[in-house]
């Protein structure tokens, strides 16, 4: 799934780059670059990375420096990297363990309820 996710980061062209930095994921507007660090990345946030490149979330203050409760566009990333995951899980036949999904798919664990809040929409879009 890594490697899909860097395919769609080159779709909407940009770039792609390890950097070992303690942070799973940053996007570099100016670059152009999604930078990654390759002990800790995971499909979420390189799906999270990939809606604020998609939403155009520029000067946006980032998620690790302990203002992300503060941004709008933090919470619409998290939100919404979730919701994409559950459904491509969902396509692949995957059971509804929300511990499951959050460590297939590397979500943190302070979004634990939002996970369980998409879990319990999932009757909204299982058909």
């Not at 396509?91 to 363990?97: A, Q, T, V």
């Not at 297939?104 to 058909?127: C, F, K, T, W």
Request: glycine share 4%; no cysteine.
């Amino acid at each position: 799934m890594i490697n899909d996710l860097f395919r769609e980061i080159n779709e909407l062209d940009y770039d792609y780059a390890p950097v070992p930095m303690g942070t799973p994921a940053l996007t570099s507007w100016e670059r152009k670059l999604v930078m990654y660090d390759p002990d800790s990345v995971t499909p979420y946030y390189l799906t999270h990375e990939i809606i604020h490149i998609e939403e155009k979330h520029h000067h946006r203050l980032q998620s690790f420096n302990g203002n992300d409760e503060r941004n709008p566009n933090e919470r619409d990333a998290e939100d919404e990297a979730i919701h994409r995951l559950m459904q491509h899980h969902l396509n692949l036949s995957g059971k509804f363990n929300y511990v499951d999904f959050m460590m297939i798919y590397g979500v943190p664990a302070h979004l634990e309820q939002s996970v369980i809040r998409e879990m319990s929409d999932i009757n909204l879009y299982v058909v």
